[in-house]
């Protein structure tokens, strides 16, 4: 089993859907969770971040963290089709001294106008 | 610079022949990460520095892999008598301090081809 699980998909949606992306992991020691978007040759862009279980919003996006399910969620609400990218999760434990990341494959969103 | 820089942006490179990608991390930051995406995969650690240090370079898959980082900033990963199963983008990023759960900032990659 991989350490971090997530959908390649593509996931294909209509303008203004509301889009639930999600990964599930193995490890019970990560603490940090990140979401990064990935327009197509680009490097990975930071969109959210969130420390242990609970939920985080920042504008259009909500980020949401299970521990006890080893599940963690990005909405996007409103979907654009500038939203079209591919969204990969990652996460890290605490205590390693260094910010090595785990991520999963990505899922490829398509937001069609 | 404003952001993490990385050069060439594409390469393509015979078979046998060995590669030096460069990343030129944003000013300040002293950690440095480079990470490996291939088609379909996610992104693979590859090796940490933190100064001119690496106290984990655990990640490169073979010894024909190589890294190094001089004045605590640029670092160049070499990939010596390349083989097909490199091609891949190659992901330089660096955070302001090596702390767990510290942002990281990702460069745009060097996309390698071994043809």
């Known amino acids: 089993q991989k350490e971090v699980e997530q959908d390649p998909g593509p996931l294909s949606v209509p303008e203004g859907a509301i889009v639930s992306l999600n990964c599930t992991y193995s490890?019970?020691?990560?603490?940090?969770f990140m979401w990064y978007r990935q327009y197509s040759r680009k490097g990975p862009e930071l969109l959210m971040y969130?420390?242990?279980?609970g939920n985080k919003e920042d504008g259009r996006f909500t980020a949401q963290v299970d521990k006890s399910s080893k599940y963690i969620s990005l909405f996007i609400r409103d979907s654009q089709p500038s939203d079209s990218a591919t969204y990969l999760c990652?996460?890290?434990?605490?205590?390693?001294?260094?910010?090595?990341?785990?991520f999963g494959k990505g899922t490829m969103l398509l937001v069609s106008p | 610079g404003a952001g993490v820089s990385q050069s060439p942006s594409n390469k393509v490179t015979e078979k046998g022949k060995d590669v030096e990608l460069r990343c030129d991390p944003i000013?300040?930051?002293?950690?440095l990460y480079w990470y490996r995406q291939s088609l379909g995969q996610g992104l693979e650690f590859l090796i940490y520095?933190?100064?001119?240090?690496?106290?984990?370079k655990s990640g490169l898959p073979s010894d024909r892999f190589s890294a190094e980082r001089t004045g605590g900033s640029v670092s160049t990963l070499t990939i010596q008598r390349t083989q097909q199963e490199d091609s891949a983008v190659y992901l330089c990023?660096?955070?302001?301090?090596?702390?767990?759960?510290?942002?990281?900032?990702f460069g745009e990659g060097s996309w390698l081809t071994v043809v």
């Open positions: 990023a660096s955070s302001l301090i090596p702390e767990s759960g510290n942002t990281i900032y």
């Open positions: 490890n019970s020691a990560f603490q940090y």
């Open positions: 969130t420390y242990s279980s």
């Open positions: 990652a996460m890290s434990v605490v205590g390693s001294g260094y910010s090595t990341l785990t």
């Open positions: 000013s300040g930051h002293t950690a």
């Open positions: 520095f933190q100064g001119n240090s690496a106290p984990d």
